[in-house]
């Protein structure tokens, strides 16, 4: 064998070896495939594949009349990415400029950007609205990002506060209708495929579906806004006037269930609801158990009616104003001797209400307060209903049924109250309250409407034929005569009870309560008020009955029919025009007769000071002499002094 | 003298053959699409070097294709036995530069092989791997009288061939042990005697055990490769858990697997943002994932008729022993670098920063394999005639 041939062998041997190399790498691309491709390709796809959410836009929320209670504002997130070259050589001035513009320290930015989570992120300021970015833009700051986003505005700040609700930095509904409607306010975010890389930084422009985003609907309220500023005024007004803890109303449309107005005083800005206390933000009027008094005895009269146990007209012996049924004593404000069933209602006699319910059926009773929706939600469309309790008669003692003739061993909302007084107004149909009349999609077309016809009957016709005069009564010539309104025909009935407490009552902690409705021939609006812990006066009728018909006065502006059927009565008797600021103002209520007390006159104002607040406001009242009171204490102040005939507002300040 | 017979003027005045035409179009094929892969590759390092200015580094790897084809050319017509004249002094020169990379160079991705002139980074190691690789062949030709010879042929050889070695591999080893196995194949083929082989490569086998012990950065790739513990964790290891050999290995496995047979298609691959140097040391992964298995395996097939016509085509039928030991020693290097990258990509080997020859972006590496296609191409022109 010659060289050459050797060199050839050997050759081939070295490129036979060199062969061997791809086709191994050949064999490894298959082994890959065929063993672990599938779990390789899904890691793969989890650490490229992403998707960036197009945010919806939340729907609004207007009034009945299209006014816009809740809207979105644009609204940017700044944050920073600091190792962006040339950020560090504007970091002071960075820090100090956006100290200026948000009011936090540069320190506390400092902070956040030193304890940041991700390297290259971190947020710092939310919320920076249209001229602020303008201004973070115009420092030029290098690393700088500014992300939009939605923000809530409540355009009428503490006006249907608690119906509204508010909603948390990420715009989810927390409280209120946002929160019962988030999923309808809310809508469905779209996405946007896109590309991340291992720094974790996102290319843009990926093929993929985009999926748009659905925008939120809107929500049209039975509510207007008109009437709604004006409850609230009355009753914080009332709230200020008898020195409360708070007070809470409710109206409806006792033919629809539409929630007309709803307010609790004091309310919170949902602007910045987290300022405000839990307590504020409840929304006392459907979350708020309380035992409801006399307003109760509705049910105590349509039972009685309907189980034939007493007339109308039937006298009823009250006596001297106490008596004592099953074991327990019942008290009258003063003796009132024998009256008819009719006065023993609108006077609101305990004795005498006793008395006929003690001769009641037990389960007939209970299925009539069952009927009005007692110890039931009412199923309004308002997050946080209680149901209330309403006890079966097995659970009852001996002396609960008289009791609860009376209001007490019940627990009721106030939009209990408001519905059985509708069905009262409505002749015996109980209606479902609501307050979202119409959803509208983001093009306005209207989507959902509240149906109409949710309506259970919760008594006989003829039966509120029969009792509507004693309702009547109460406003004319009873407990309620502060809640008359010039002109129209009002029916209601007070209510004060005693505050339970830890299994006991109270002696000094009154809930006082009125729930009217009007015009009482043709009912269109129910009001129902309750105020607690009034500490000037402690009864329905001289508490709450004046925030009612402050309230429902001036609500007339707003229902041109009532208002001119009223102003037309008025016109037909001019004595009874109550002053010169017309029917659409507060009325006051100089020459009406206190019912629990008699009524007073005064020919000159005394000198309070030196008086307690509480002594000056409760002369005026027993003179039904408008007051407003600046402060708490000891009076330091009049106007008008001492000496002046009474006429107008009188102003007590104290320091 | 073999050496002068075969460095005879007389080879010169014979008719002058075309140039192998299917080498030239591999080299054409892989450099086309290498600028297409490395152009999807580069992005990622655009994105965040240079601000997304991807096409800047598209017309430096186009320059640097055009400077390799220059190479190409020049070489292709010099006579690579004039060339071989140059090739002592020329190694020479590219060790000498090498020492001065040790102590002056640019440290670049963890190791110092760089030396800069001007604007323009430069590696002198790519220089010595042609130039050794030529004067290999130049010996073997020269001592083939005498070639089983210990003292005579085998210890002088390795003398160089160690020295360049070791030269390159104290910054480089992969690329020394890539050209110590060329050296090794060529000598093999040049009839030196296997048992001198055998003895050195055991030798070899030791001494890089020791390299291993004493590194460990390279204890850790070892480890890394073979999935288990060898040595105790010696607290310098500088590879961050992510960013660490295992990371790369799987990252180049999922651009495999995403690819599958097809490829997700030109310019499309994901991987390349998750692959450290994707437009270098993975160009291959790359490949498979936007091309597919079909891709891989036409890279491969490129490289695998560059191989065959190198040896069988070029190296067989050339003029002298040195035609023949230059063509089998310049094939070897540029497939071996490429089935070794491509083990490498796919997991078959453990993490090295091999380039894929004409393929990847790296410019002093394509420039030297351009100078290796034009001697070939040279030789193939000088063949006897069939």
Request: proline share 5%.
């Amino acid at each position: 064998m010659d060289a050459k041939d050797a060199i050839l062998i050997r050759m081939y041997a070295a490129l036979t070896a060199l062969c061997l190399l791809p086709l191994l790498v050949v064999g490894q691309v298959f082994r890959i495939h065929l063993t672990e491709g599938g779990d390789l390709r899904d890691q793969g796809e989890r650490q490229t594949n992403s998707f960036v959410g197009i945010p919806a836009m939340r729907g609004a929320i207007y009034d009945r009349a299209g006014r816009t209670l809740a809207v979105n504002t644009a609204r940017y997130d700044l944050a920073i990415d600091p190792t962006v070259s040339g950020f560090d050589a504007q970091r002071d001035a960075f820090f100090e400029r956006l100290s200026k513009l948000t009011g936090a320290s540069a320190a506390h930015y400092r902070q956040r950007v030193r304890e940041r989570t991700s390297p290259q992120y971190a947020p710092l300021v939310r919320g920076l609205s249209e001229e602020q970015k303008e201004e973070a833009l115009r420092w030029e700051t290098p690393g700088v990002i500014l992300d939009p986003a939605f923000a809530r505005r409540y355009n009428h700040g503490q006006t249907a506060s608690h119906i509204l609700g508010y909603v948390n930095s990420d715009g989810i509904g927390l409280s209120g209708l946002e929160l019962q409607y988030d999923e309808h306010l809310r809508g469905v975010d779209g996405r946007r495929p896109v590309q991340r890389n291992r720094l974790g930084r996102i290319r843009t422009f990926v093929s993929g579906k985009v999926v748009e985003p659905v925008h939120g609907a809107s929500l049209v309220l039975t509510i207007d806004l008109l009437r709604q500023t004006i409850l609230e005024e009355e009753l914080a007004r009332g709230v200020a006037e008898t020195e409360a803890l708070s007070a809470s109303a409710v109206a409806l449309d006792p033919r629809t269930g539409a929630v007309l107005a709803l307010a609790n005083a004091p309310a919170f800005d949902p602007n910045r609801a987290g300022a405000y206390p839990a307590e504020l933000r409840r929304n006392r009027v459907i979350t708020d158990r309380m035992e409801p008094g006399s307003t109760f005895k509705l049910v105590s009269a349509v039972s009685a009616i309907e189980q034939g146990l007493v007339q109308m007209e039937e006298v009823i012996d009250t006596g001297d104003g106490w008596a004592v049924v099953h074991g327990r004593t019942f008290t009258d404000t003063r003796a009132r001797g024998a009256i008819p069933f009719r006065e023993v209602i609108s006077l609101s006699s305990n004795v005498g209400t006793a008395k006929v319910v003690s001769r009641a059926d037990r389960d007939t009773f209970y299925a009539h307060a069952r009927r009005f929706g007692f110890g039931q939600r009412t199923g309004i469309d308002l997050p946080g209903e209680v149901q209330g309790s309403l006890k079966p008669p097995d659970e009852w003692s001996a002396a609960t049924l008289t009791a609860m003739g009376i209001g007490y061993e019940v627990d009721v909302t106030l939009l209990q109250t408001a519905v059985a007084y509708a069905a009262l107004a409505n002749g015996g149909r109980r209606v479902a309250p609501h307050v979202v009349a119409e959803r509208r999609d983001v093009t306005g077309r209207t989507t959902w409407k509240a149906p109409q016809d949710s309506v259970r009957r919760a008594f006989r016709s003829s039966t509120a034929e029969t009792i509507l005069p004693a309702f009547l009564g109460a406003v004319e010539r009873g407990t309620a005569t502060r809640a008359q309104i010039a002109g129209l025909k009002v029916a209601g009935k007070t209510g004060t009870s005693l505050k339970a407490e830890d299994g006991g009552y109270r002696e000094d902690a009154y809930r006082a309560s009125f729930a009217g409705f009007f015009p009482a021939d043709d009912p269109q609006i129910v009001l129902v008020v309750a105020v607690d812990e009034p500490q000037t006066f402690q009864h329905g009728g001289q508490v709450a009955a004046p925030i009612f018909q402050r309230a429902a006065a001036r609500w007339l502006a707003t229902f041109p029919e009532l208002s001119r059927q009223a102003f037309s009565a008025v016109q037909r008797a001019p004595e009874a025009a109550p002053d010169e600021s017309g029917v659409a103002r507060p009325v006051s209520l100089r020459n009406q007769s206190e019912t629990e007390a008699a009524p007073l006159t005064a020919h000159a104002l005394p000198d309070f000071r030196g008086w307690t607040m509480r002594e000056a406001a409760h002369w005026l009242s027993r003179r039904n002499i408008p007051l407003r009171i600046e402060g708490k204490g000891v009076v330091s102040a009049q106007y008008p002094e001492a000496g002046h005939p009474p006429g107008q507002t009188v102003v007590l300040q104290s320091r | 003298m073999v050496s002068s017979a075969t460095v005879s003027p007389g080879s010169e005045s014979r008719p002058k053959r075309p140039i192998d035409r299917y080498v030239l179009w591999a080299a054409l094929a892989l450099a086309v699409f290498g600028v297409v892969a490395v152009y999807s590759a580069i992005s990622f390092l655009a994105e965040t070097r240079a601000g997304g200015d991807t096409e800047r580094f598209l017309v430096r790897h186009l320059v640097r294709v055009g400077v390799a084809f220059a190479a190409l050319l020049a070489c292709s017509a010099i006579d690579y036995r004039k060339l071989a004249r140059f090739s002592r002094i020329a190694l020479l020169v590219s060790l000498g530069l090498l020492v001065v990379v040790h102590i002056a160079g640019v440290t670049w991705g963890g190791a110092t092989r760089w030396l800069r002139i001007g604007s323009v980074g430069f590696q002198p190691s790519d220089l010595a791997r042609v130039a050794l690789i030529l004067y290999v062949g130049v010996l073997l030709a020269k001592k083939q009288a005498y070639i089983a010879s210990f003292t005579r042929s085998f210890l002088p050889l390795m003398v160089w061939v160690l020295g360049a070695c070791i030269l390159i591999g104290m910054e480089d080893l992969s690329s020394a042990l890539m050209l110590l196995a060329t050296a090794m194949l060529m000598c093999f083929v040049a009839r030196v005697r296997a048992t001198h082989l055998a003895g050195l490569s055991a030798a070899g086998l030791a001494l890089a055990l020791l390299l291993v012990l004493v590194s460990p950065n390279r204890a850790a790739r070892l480890e890394s490769y073979l999935g288990m513990d060898l040595f105790p964790p010696s607290g310098t290891e500088e590879v961050a858990e992510d960013r660490g050999e295992g990371y790369q290995a799987q990252q180049a496995r999922i651009a495999f697997a995403m690819g599958g047979l097809t490829g997700v298609g030109p310019g499309k691959s994901t991987q390349r943002d998750f692959l450290p140097a994707p437009y270098n040391d993975f160009i291959f992964a790359i490949v498979a994932e936007e091309y597919g298995l079909l891709g891989a395996m036409a890279l491969l097939a490129a490289f695998s008729i560059l191989l065959f016509r190198g040896f069988l085509r070029i190296a067989r039928p050339a003029p002298d022993p040195l035609g023949l030991f230059l063509g089998v020693g310049f094939t070897t290097s540029v497939a071996l670098y490429a089935f070794v990258h491509a083990a490498v990509a796919c997991g078959l080997l453990p993490v090295t920063g091999l380039p894929l020859p004409f393929v990847s972006y790296g410019g002093t590496s394509m420039a030297a394999t351009g100078m290796m296609f034009g001697i070939l191409l040279n030789i193939s022109r000088q063949c006897a005639a069939r």
